[in-house]
């Protein structure tokens, strides 16, 4: 997985507290549609791995995570969602594990993309994500026979 810091939302982002709160940063696609679509075109997947291990008290806790673009660079208005995680279990955010979140749908026309995290039922102790865009993957020794 290669990574570029300019699409990165987050780097070792602690969530804590019940309740949702966006990522730290936001990416700009592109200041016109059609540099939106170059970007579209060529970017990866999108991407929110665990870096540390999730806990709460009670070890029923849940996260979601859900990626929306908008026109406003601090998400205040206009966002639609392109991505949903649905609610995963604390027991399956361990560090490595990674969200499905699937490729930058085509045709978008809005500038800004960003992460919203959810945290359901009860507060972790601990717990970070790093999120964002990856612009290429390794394809090595993945040929088809």
């Not at 982002?13 to 579209?40: C, N, P």
Request: with cysteine.
């Amino acid at each position: 997985m290669i990574l570029d810091k300019e699409n990165l939302c987050d780097e070792d982002h602690a969530l804590t507290a019940v309740g949702s709160s966006w990522s730290t940063d936001v990416i700009d696609m592109g200041s016109d549609s059609s540099k939106i679509q170059q970007f579209v075109e060529k970017a990866g997947e999108m991407f929110c791995q665990v870096t540390t291990d999730f806990d709460s008290v009670g070890d029923a806790s849940r996260i979601s995570v859900t990626v929306y673009v908008s026109d406003s660079s601090t998400m205040a208005a206009g966002n639609v969602w392109i991505a949903h995680s649905g609610q995963l279990l604390e027991a399956s955010l361990v560090a490595g594990y990674k969200f499905t979140l699937g490729k930058i749908p085509a045709h978008l026309s809005k500038r800004y993309l960003a992460f919203y995290y959810t945290v359901h039922d009860e507060a972790m102790t601990s717990g970070k994500l790093t999120s964002g865009i990856v612009i290429d993957a390794q394809t090595a020794g993945m040929q088809p026979l």
